[in-house]
């Protein structure tokens, strides 16, 4: 009697639970912030992954270990909201807010939390279980006992020399943060340290590693913020070596408008995106100003429409219908002059409350839909700041439902005209992907949601 072959292995992926794949690495991450020998614990974390989440319980269990420690962020932004996120997580806390002697160095909502003490100086929050302030004020604190612990926040957009200034003030640290994000900012050209092992402009995270290579190193692997139609291609296209999935489905998630559309350009792209998760509105090629007062005024439009049509989003945080509010919609561009045009449209068409900003404003920050004025739209060449990765990364990965791009035809001939020709420097990891490769990666998904503004 011949035995029957047993039947081949299956070849359907096995089941992905992103609560639990998540918890894994969170708990690894812990395992070491806590238990390990290292010095310093790097995590990367792609968009929406929870970076803040992972922070807040951090400081957490350290605190609760018994060991006091100090949070380090960039901007008073970031401080601010991490108070807040650790008053809520746990009320009686006691925290340290580390301010600036300004007129008005903090959000006054913390004078409401009585687990939150505020000063000015260093010495008046000892004995706290955790401090926070910004990279900048701790460089200026002095003659203090170092804390056995520290938590940097957002360490890719943190300067080495930042890094530098601070490092005598603690023994451990935890570096949280996005390298798919922009570079840490400098008013000064950086060129004359380019490969260098103290090139003060590069980031905390790069230069960290440079000098200690065998510190562990983690990645949350799950974005709660990026739909499942924005993470293949934000994933792909800037995290080629750190790949990540989205935390929800594509039936977790719908946009849905109670005013049908009116044929126009704003309308067809809207439903597009609303179906899609993306949308390119596209207007004819012409090399314009900086300001374009034609697509300043098609982004006007696009959200002028977003809110006359009466959007509602449902999700995995509400399964009923949540109306698509002003506040819930972010316009992103590369420039403030931009910026401030759109803001000038939109006032013309009396539309207030919704954000518009730089990528660099719109860092950490989350939206129900955004729409993004090209960097590269109806420009004659493509220089190195408006084919940065970061730009391009930040711009694309604020949205929860949605993100509309508006810009002139020719982007693709563009990049073509004007490949990468970046310097190569000895010492310098190159980037990868670079700002080149990105654009056309992205491009070649927008092109499949492509709108012309004028239907021909």
Same mark, same amino acid.
């Given at each position: 009697m011949t035995t029957p072959a047993p039947p081949p292995p299956s070849s359907a992926p096995p089941s992905f639970d992103p609560g639990a794949e998540a918890g894994r690495a969170t708990d690894a991450i812990l395992h070491d912030t806590l238990h390990g020998t290292h010095r310093g614990v790097v995590v990367d974390s792609p968009p929406g992954a929870g970076k803040s989440t992972l922070v807040v319980r951090a400081a957490r269990e350290l605190a609760a270990a018994g060991r006091p420690l100090m949070v380090v962020a960039q901007t008073n932004a970031q401080v601010d909201d991490l108070v807040l996120r650790l008053a809520e997580k746990d009320p009686e806390l006691p925290v340290g807010r580390l301010h600036s002697s300004d007129a008005d160095p903090y959000d006054k909502a913390l004078d409401a939390l009585p687990n939150v003490r505020k000063s000015a100086k260093a010495a008046d929050l000892a004995g706290l279980d955790v401090v926070v302030s910004t990279a900048a004020k701790w460089g200026h604190v002095k003659d203090v =006992?170092?804390? %056995?612990?520290?938590?940097? +926040? =957002?360490?890719?957009?943190? *300067?080495? +020399?930042?890094?530098?200034?601070?490092? %005598?003030?603690? =023994? *451990?640290?935890?570096?949280? %943060? +996005?390298? %798919?994000?922009? +570079?840490?900012?400098a008013i000064a050209e950086a060129d004359q340290w380019a490969g260098l092992a103290y090139d003060p402009s590069a980031s905390a995270v790069t230069t960290l590693l440079a000098h200690n290579p065998t510190l562990p190193q983690h990645r949350l692997p799950v974005s709660w913020r990026l739909p499942a139609s924005a993470a293949p291609l934000v994933s792909d296209a800037f995290y080629p070596y750190t790949p990540f999935r989205s935390g929800t489905g594509h039936e977790d998630r719908s946009l849905r408008f109670a005013v049908p559309s009116d044929g126009s350009g704003p309308d067809r792209v809207i439903d597009e995106a609303a179906v899609s998760g993306w949308g390119l509105l596209e207007l004819p090629a012409r090399h314009t100003p900086r300001t374009d007062p034609e697509t300043v005024r098609a982004v006007a439009h696009v959200v002028r429409r977003l809110l006359d049509r009466g959007g509602a989003a449902t999700s995995e945080r509400s399964p009923e219908p949540v109306p698509l509010t002003a506040d819930r919609i972010a316009v992103g561009t590369a420039h403030r002059d931009q910026a401030a045009a759109v803001r000038g449209a939109l006032a013309a068409l009396g539309v207030v409350d919704v954000t518009v900003d730089t990528a660099n404003r719109l860092q950490g920050r989350e939206y129900d839909v955004t729409v993004v004025l090209h960097p590269l739209s109806g420009r004659p060449d493509a220089t190195a700041f408006h084919l940065e990765t970061g730009r391009l990364c930040v711009l694309a990965s604020r949205h929860r439902h949605a993100c509309i791009v508006v810009c002139r035809a020719g982007v693709e001939s563009l990049l073509d005209d004007h490949p990468s020709t970046d310097p190569v420097r000895l010492g310098v990891t190159v980037k990868f992907p670079d700002g080149w490769e990105a654009n056309h990666a992205v491009f070649a998904r927008l092109r499949e949601h492509r709108v012309p503004l004028v239907a021909p």
């Open positions: =006992e170092p804390w %056995g612990h520290a938590i940097v +926040d =957002e360490a890719y957009q943190m *300067r080495s +020399d930042a890094l530098l200034a601070v490092a %005598g003030l603690f =023994e *451990r640290a935890l570096f949280v %943060g +996005d390298p %798919g994000q922009l +570079d840490p900012f």
